[in-house]
């Protein structure tokens, strides 16, 4: 007579691998959610570096003159000037110009990774106040020149 008992995992067997995968789980998904806060911050820092190198260059280049600045002198202080003012091409007083002499300063402006709300995000807030709280993802200070983020507990950076 042969033998017919069948191979296979009884469901004791199954449970102790569950329970095993189950702490394992619980053990390497925080480290995952820590790199991911960690990714975020780097990515922030170098944002950050970068925006601040553009405006120190633009500033250099057009006598003082700040990206918030209109060709006119005056301060507009929105979003979409600054903007583009460091990623398009500008004659020396700060005009948009296809064929102007300096810029463009970045490729594209960058979105701070802590601002998940897209009527948020490139959004930049200005004043002479230290950091406001609110939901924009930029803030520039018109009086000391800093850029820094409005979001995310990182503002230091």
Do not use: C
Request: aromatic letters at 8%.
């Amino acid at each position: 007579m042969r033998n017919t008992r069948r191979s296979g995992f009884t469901l004791v067997e199954l449970l102790i691998v569950v329970m095993v995968l189950g702490i394992l789980a619980a053990v390497v998904i925080p480290q995952f959610s820590d790199a991911s806060e960690d990714a975020k911050i780097a990515a922030l820092a170098t944002d950050l570096q970068t925006v601040r190198m553009a405006i120190g260059r633009y500033t250099v280049e057009h006598d003082g003159r700040t990206p918030n600045l209109d060709p006119d002198g005056l301060e507009r202080n929105t979003s979409v000037g600054f903007v583009n003012r460091l990623t398009q091409r500008t004659n020396k007083d700060g005009a948009l110009r296809a064929a102007g002499e300096y810029g463009p300063y970045l490729t594209a402006f960058p979105k701070n990774p802590f601002v998940e709300d897209e009527n948020f995000n490139g959004k930049i807030r200005f004043g002479t106040e230290s950091l406001p709280a609110g939901g924009s993802g930029w803030y520039f200070n018109t009086e000391s020149l800093r850029f820094s983020a409005n979001k995310g507990g990182h503002e230091d950076l």
